[in-house]
């Protein structure tokens, strides 16, 4: 193990770490806690500039309260589940798919394709914006939650693909010639055989989606404008526009917005690292 | 009975093919979407950008001239290069993120109780919103009331007003940046510490190797797929930089914090009208930026495939 087991060094040097871990997770954290902070303050704290003190009283409640039945903040996470699930959905199984088809079969174009799908999920979104904006406008899907899904479907396979591929690559190959000498369906193949062993890649894949997609905003900017659509990343500019200067509710709000993924992070923790990590090791 | 004959006739030839035929199948919805949204799209924007185009009357043909309106920035002043300028700042100082997120990695790669839950929560940042971290950093900025002029007035310093200020805003959106991209790094380098080989650190420590030389010689060299990772998530995101210029200075004061990605936006979807086309051709410029680091990815890829 590198650096050096802590364990077999001087006791000295052990209690300095021990107390260095939480002063550097305090200094990490700052910026955040600062906001969990403002987020239980009553609004008299901020015309007092009492910023950094101890709030004068706790208002952890009213000003959860506020955001939660005083704004259209409940619509917009609502927003960003019904974006965010279909689109998972939606991009796990057209991956699985492709990823079936790119890591089992050998065919001359087989290697073009996938990079294809490498290069386009590294293409900046500024070159798809004016285009996709155009099509989801025709398609009359402009400002629906419905085009933002079905963009979000196409980009995420690029990566999603990539994945799902390199997985099956590593499964045993032998496994496939036998069901073939069976004489089972390459359908079957991909459904009884391949499927069931894809599960911990399927895991991983949905918790990195599932954060890509609530955590985006650019999209969300470009193909949505309103409350009945938008989700809660570009909602939340609003929510601040409306509550302007009310720094204990645009805390409570970011707080509330940053939530979701956070939860679904230490829920899924060992399927979110083993998915962010792929390919980190040989 | 003819259909009873006919049938087994067309299952062997789908039969005999199946195997070339399978793979088409499997790709046609994935291949169909990806076509339609992302590959069209990109040829579509080249094309687009030898338009003169306000997204609702007719386009107009003329030629290269957004570029050179582009070049000699005859639409708006001190906006292309100064772009072009804060992408390049992006570029290297987001690297910083490797380093550093090795060197947290290094710290936090101990057995002591409780180590677990303080590697989730120092990777904490990387999974809330980009929005979210903006407007974090933009509160810790405030000249006002923000941490930072707090801790920069316990030593008699400041204020600074650091988004306000065209000599230090980008450098204050690029840190704000680093903060989750670093916490991905050090993931990354997280698992590939745990998969160095043990017996390769334990003949270093025999040879006396120091921490030092030992880290330089032994285990970078394990890390190699960590680093590369590492290094192409931070160059797209240094690319991809718009969440965080958006929401902390929407590319002020005085566009100074503009990247080419902002910028594009701006042009293309402004309140002071559409201009695709000429969007269009800086989108363009961007994605040949990308363009070099994306064949070099895929040519380290190519090679990787190759070897096996």
Same mark, same amino acid.
């Given at each position: 193990?590198? &650096?050096? &087991?802590?364990?077999?060094? &001087?006791?000295?040097?052990?209690?300095?770490?021990?107390?260095?871990?939480?002063?550097?997770?305090?200094?990490?954290?700052?910026?955040?806690?600062?906001?969990?902070?403002?987020?239980?303050?009553?609004?008299?704290?901020?015309?007092?500039?009492?910023?950094?003190?101890?709030?004068?009283?706790?208002?952890?409640?009213?000003?959860?309260g506020q955001v939660f039945f005083n704004s259209d903040m409940p619509r917009y996470l609502l927003n960003s589940f019904l974006?965010?699930?279909?689109?998972?959905?939606?991009?796990?199984?057209?991956?699985?798919?492709?990823?079936?088809?790119?890591?089992?079969?050998?065919?001359?174009?087989?290697?073009?394709?996938?990079?294809?799908?490498?290069?386009? $999920?590294?293409?900046?979104?500024?070159?798809?914006?004016?285009?996709?904006?155009?099509?989801?406008?025709?398609?009359?899907?402009? $400002?629906?939650k419905?085009?933002?899904?079905?963009?979000?479907?196409?980009?995420?396979?690029?990566?999603?693909?990539?994945?799902?591929?390199?997985?099956?690559?590593?499964?045993?190959?032998?496994?496939?010639?036998?069901?073939?000498?069976?004489?089972?369906?390459?359908?079957?193949?991909?459904?009884?055989?391949?499927?069931?062993?894809?599960?911990?890649?399927?895991?991983?894949?949905?918790?990195?989606?599932?954060?890509?997609?609530?955590?985006?905003?650019?999209?969300a900017?470009?193909?949505t404008q309103g409350a009945e659509s938008q989700p809660v990343t570009a909602g939340i500019t609003s929510f601040n526009a409306q509550f302007r200067?009310a720094?204990?509710l645009m805390?409570a709000g970011s707080?509330v917005a940053?939530?979701?993924?956070?939860?679904?992070?230490?829920?899924?923790?060992?399927?979110?690292?083993?998915?962010?990590?792929?390919?980190?090791?040989? | 009975?003819?259909?009873?004959?006919?049938?087994?006739?067309?299952?062997?030839?789908?039969?005999?093919?199946?195997?070339?035929?399978?793979?088409?199948?499997?790709?046609?919805?994935?291949?169909?979407?990806?076509?339609?949204?992302?590959?069209?799209?990109?040829?579509?924007?080249?094309?687009?950008?030898?338009?003169?185009?306000?997204?609702?009357?007719?386009?107009?043909?003329?030629?290269?001239?957004?570029?050179?309106?582009?070049?000699?920035?005859?639409?708006?002043?001190?906006?292309?290069?100064?772009?072009?300028?804060?992408?390049?700042?992006?570029?290297?100082?987001?690297?910083?993120?490797?380093?550093?997120?090795?060197?947290?990695?290094?710290?936090?790669?101990?057995?002591?109780?409780?180590?677990?839950?303080?590697?989730?929560?120092?990777?904490?940042?990387?999974?809330?919103?980009?929005?979210?971290?903006?407007?974090?950093?933009?509160?810790?900025?405030?000249?006002?009331?923000?941490?930072?002029?707090?801790?920069?007035?316990?030593?008699?310093?400041?204020?600074?007003?650091?988004?306000?200020?065209?000599?230090?805003?980008?450098?204050?959106?690029?840190?704000?940046?680093?903060?989750?991209?670093?916490?991905?790094?050090?993931?990354?380098?997280?698992?590939?510490?745990?998969?160095?080989?043990?017996?390769?650190?334990?003949?270093?420590?025999?040879?006396?190797?120091?921490?030092?030389?030992?880290?330089?010689?032994?285990?970078?060299?394990?890390?190699?797929?960590?680093?590369?990772?590492?290094?192409?998530?931070?160059?797209?995101?240094?690319?991809?930089?718009?969440?965080?210029?958006?929401?902390?200075?929407?590319?002020?004061?005085?566009?100074?914090?503009?990247?080419?990605?902002?910028?594009?936006?701006?042009?293309?979807?402004?309140?002071?009208?559409?201009?695709?086309?000429?969007?269009?051709?800086?989108?363009?410029?961007?994605?040949?930026?990308?363009?070099?680091?994306?064949?070099?990815?895929?040519?380290?890829?190519?090679?990787?495939?190759?070897?096996?």
């Amino acid at each position: 193990m590198f &650096p050096k &087991p802590i364990e077999k060094q &001087p006791r000295a040097a052990q209690i300095t770490y021990q107390a260095m871990l939480p002063l550097a997770l305090l200094l990490w954290l700052g910026p955040l806690l600062a906001v969990a902070l403002f987020s239980v303050k009553p609004a008299a704290d901020f015309t007092n500039a009492n910023y950094w003190g101890m709030p004068s009283s706790f208002e952890g409640a009213f000003n959860y309260g506020q955001v939660f039945f005083n704004s259209d903040m409940p619509r917009y996470l609502l927003n960003s589940f019904l974006i965010t699930v279909p689109t998972v959905i939606g991009a796990v199984a057209l991956s699985c798919m492709t990823g079936f088809a790119l890591g089992i079969y050998k065919f001359r174009s087989n290697i073009w394709i996938f990079f294809m799908f490498v290069a386009g $999920n590294f293409v900046p979104f500024q070159i798809l914006m004016v285009p996709v904006r155009d099509l989801t406008l025709e398609l009359g899907l402009y $400002n629906t939650k419905t085009g933002l899904v079905l963009f979000h479907i196409a980009f995420q396979t690029g990566f999603c693909t990539l994945f799902m591929r390199n997985f099956i690559r590593a499964l045993p190959f032998e496994l496939i010639e036998a069901a073939r000498v069976e004489g089972i369906s390459e359908w079957r193949i991909f459904w009884y055989v391949v499927l069931p062993l894809m599960k911990p890649a399927i895991a991983a894949l949905s918790v990195l989606i599932f954060t890509f997609i609530w955590n985006d905003y650019f999209w969300a900017v470009v193909l949505t404008q309103g409350a009945e659509s938008q989700p809660v990343t570009a909602g939340i500019t609003s929510f601040n526009a409306q509550f302007r200067a009310a720094y204990q509710l645009m805390s409570a709000g970011s707080i509330v917005a940053a939530l979701p993924p956070v939860a679904m992070f230490f829920l899924m923790q060992k399927h979110f690292i083993a998915g962010l990590t792929l390919g980190a090791v040989k | 009975m003819t259909a009873a004959v006919d049938a087994p006739e067309q299952e062997s030839w789908f039969h005999r093919n199946q195997q070339r035929i399978a793979p088409w199948l499997f790709l046609a919805p994935g291949l169909l979407f990806f076509m339609v949204y992302v590959i069209i799209p990109v040829f579509q924007s080249f094309n687009l950008s030898l338009y003169e185009w306000d997204g609702l009357g007719a386009a107009e043909y003329v030629g290269f001239r957004n570029y050179e309106n582009l070049y000699w920035e005859l639409y708006d002043r001190d906006a292309f290069y100064i772009s072009l300028k804060n992408n390049l700042i992006w570029l290297i100082l987001y690297l910083a993120a490797i380093p550093a997120g090795l060197f947290i990695a290094l710290f936090l790669n101990q057995t002591v109780w409780g180590i677990r839950l303080y590697k989730s929560l120092f990777f904490f940042p990387f999974v809330i919103s980009q929005v979210v971290v903006g407007l974090v950093f933009t509160w810790f900025y405030d000249p006002t009331f923000g941490l930072l002029n707090e801790f920069l007035g316990f030593f008699g310093l400041g204020p600074l007003n650091v988004l306000g200020d065209e000599r230090f805003v980008t450098y204050g959106i690029i840190f704000a940046g680093l903060w989750p991209q670093t916490a991905y790094c050090m993931i990354l380098y997280l698992t590939g510490l745990n998969a160095v080989d043990p017996e390769q650190i334990e003949a270093g420590r025999l040879d006396g190797a120091k921490s030092w030389r030992m880290l330089w010689h032994i285990i970078l060299p394990q890390l190699r797929p960590a680093t590369f990772i590492a290094f192409v998530v931070t160059i797209i995101g240094a690319l991809r930089s718009f969440d965080l210029i958006s929401i902390m200075t929407q590319g002020g004061p005085f566009g100074s914090s503009r990247v080419l990605a902002y910028y594009m936006f701006e042009v293309a979807l402004s309140e002071y009208g559409f201009r695709m086309g000429y969007g269009a051709a800086i989108a363009v410029i961007l994605f040949l930026i990308m363009l070099c680091f994306i064949a070099y990815f895929l040519w380290s890829m190519y090679r990787e495939e190759k070897g096996h």
